[in-house]
């Protein structure tokens, strides 16, 4: 059994301090992280010592149905919010912002990103890319809100990337992507996500950050690790990247209890006696004496 982190009395009852993620990687101790859409999500996950719970736009994909994660709105991250911070005490709270809701202006990221931490009790946000949203992330952290970056493959905007495909694996496009993480490392950025690149570029990030990288399809040298919790506990439909690491198989113990309900409410042997309500003997038979059949019409 793995020693459980330790629980911090700050001003928010239990609550992982955001400095200490900084003093993490200074100690080498490894960050972790797992996405979370729901209360129990976000219990199971703290329970387990979870130091970050992104509620992601990857829902739009495991939890929705969709083929993307562009659909996704800032009213359904707001929801999943709520129901994760229920459930999540000790963990930061990462909200993503949605495609859509931070890329027009400063104002409109600042004013939703403060949506998602006033209404949806988020403790930080995401957003993706260097370029634009460098400034972006300047805008948000100057109205107070912690930003976390996210370089590599960015599903956002998968289109222009050439789809879901791994990134940095050029010494051109390597570098870019190291100079994107430094540059929303100087604009604020407490932590960077690397996704899909590979590990030779995000160990490069890593090494050139103050601030921890968590990694996904990144190798083992970035300063943490993301999994996303359908994928992981072999709950996703379809096939998961290869940097997937399936630690349970959710979805066959799902279906597996589905057909034995399917099979116990057709054949009566489901509900028994002790799943169900019974009453007084004598509420009973006065009950009984009193319904109506077809022998003895009910009294008004
Ligand atoms: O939306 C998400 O789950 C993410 C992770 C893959 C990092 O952005």
């Excluded at 590599?152 to 190291?178: E, H, I, S, Y």
């Excluded at 290869?242 to 509900?271: H, N, T, W």
């Amino acid at each position: 059994m793995s020693a459980k982190p330790p629980r911090y009395a700050s001003w928010t009852a239990c609550k992982l301090p955001l400095p200490e993620l900084a003093e993490m990687k200074r100690r080498g101790e490894k960050i972790v992280m797992v996405t979370g859409y729901d209360a129990p999500s976000g219990r199971l996950a703290d329970a387990a010592g979870v130091d970050l719970i992104l509620v992601g736009d990857s829902s739009g994909m495991v939890v929705h149905g969709r083929e993307s994660t562009v659909p996704v709105s800032l009213e359904e991250i707001v929801f999943m919010t709520q129901w994760v911070t229920r459930g999540a005490k000790r963990p930061l709270v990462v909200a993503d912002m949605p495609f859509g809701s931070y890329e027009t202006s400063n104002e409109q990221a600042i004013t939703n990103a403060i949506r998602l931490v006033k209404d949806g009790g988020a403790d930080a946000v995401k957003l993706e890319r260097g370029g634009t949203s460098v400034d972006r992330a300047k805008a948000i952290v100057g109205a107070g809100v912690p930003v976390m970056g996210h370089v590599g493959l960015t599903p956002q905007t998968a289109t222009v990337l050439g789809g879901f495909k791994a990134q940095g694996r050029t010494a051109d496009r390597a570098q870019q992507l190291v100079d994107d993480a430094v540059a929303l490392q100087a604009a604020g950025c407490f932590s960077i996500v690397i996704e899909a690149v590979p590990a030779a570029v995000a160990r490069a990030a890593t090494r050139a950050l103050a601030v921890p990288t968590i990694g996904i399809g990144a190798g083992s040298d970035t300063d943490g690790q993301v999994l996303v919790w359908h994928d992981m506990l072999g709950y996703s439909e379809g096939h998961a990247p290869r940097f997937v690491k399936r630690y349970a198989e959710v979805g066959e113990v799902i279906a597996e209890a589905l057909g034995r309900y399917a099979d116990e409410v057709r054949s009566g042997a489901f509900p028994e006696e002790q799943h169900t309500y019974r009453m007084p003997d004598e509420e009973r038979r006065a009950f009984e004496s009193d319904a109506p059949s077809k022998a003895s019409p009910r009294r008004r």
